[in-house]
């Protein structure tokens, strides 16, 4: 429970001192200039489409955040504070190479899954056609709970289910083999897969659940930049991050439960 609170800080901080306040000055003229044009073709309008802007930005924020952390900690803090010691250490060139690779999944791979599920996000379906929550619109507590137990509950069965397919003989050889290449990993190496085990296992998995609840932007965020954040702190090695969950499933139904609780408190204060 503590690896969660710690997690929910610093998803928090993000948000707070990171996405919200530089969304107009920085984030959206950012992404209007950077994002290629033929994407609004796609589905992703960068002049109104603000929602998926800053959930995108979320997302990175927390993976840069989070693995810039635990890879200082990786330089000055003692082996042993790491469940696997010594052996859970890369060297620089490696390191280099497993964040360029993760980027490049996050910043040109991801299209392929984000636009679809962003597309079922903005026109509601599969929730009977209904709006899309507004920046402008409050945010009830009692819903922002239910929507993160359901957004928890989603990733876990998909994350899950995923997983076990990507195990099998031919998936695992061609695909999923790739992210088991570092028997100890670090954080950064949370996003060095295959491009399709990047997108249908890990991408889709998150964006699914703010897909059908129809999160409030600003939970949408925080649900982002808090699964890259946790995903980090699994992979870093360090158990205060929740490094020691990591087994099988990214993080239980149970600790994600509690931590919706908290979630709460958090994002009261937005509003
Ligand atoms: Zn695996």
Known sequence: MSSHLI???????????LVIPLQDSIWNPLIKQIVPHFLLDLGYDVESDHTLTIMMISAILGYVVMSGLCSCLDLFSPHH??????????DFGTWLKVVAISLSNMFFC????????????????????????????????LRCILNMIAHSVII???????????????????IHKMHHLFKAPTAVACMFAHPIEFCLGNVCGVILGPALTNAHPYECAFWMAFSLASTSGAHSGYPAFGAQRYVFR???????????????AILLSFS
Do not use: N
Not at 110 to 138: D, N, Q
Not at 160 to 174: A, E, P, S, V
């Open 7 to 17: 997690i929910i800080s610093v998803s928090f901080a993000i948000i707070k001192y």
């Open 81 to 90: 504070w790491k469940t696997q010691g010594a052996r859970s250490y890369m």
């Open 110 to 141: 991801s299209w392929f899954i984000l636009l679809p599920v962003w597309y079922i996000h903005k026109h509601g379906i599969f929730r009977g056609g209904s709006p899309l929550t507004t920046f402008t619109e409050p945010i009830d507590p």
């Open 156 to 174: 876990d069965i998909w994350f899950y289910t995923t997983h076990r397919i990507l195990h099998w003989g031919i998936f695992y050889k061609h």
């Open 250 to 264: 990214s993080h239980s139904l149970l600790s994600c439960r509690c931590s919706c609780l908290v979630c709460l």
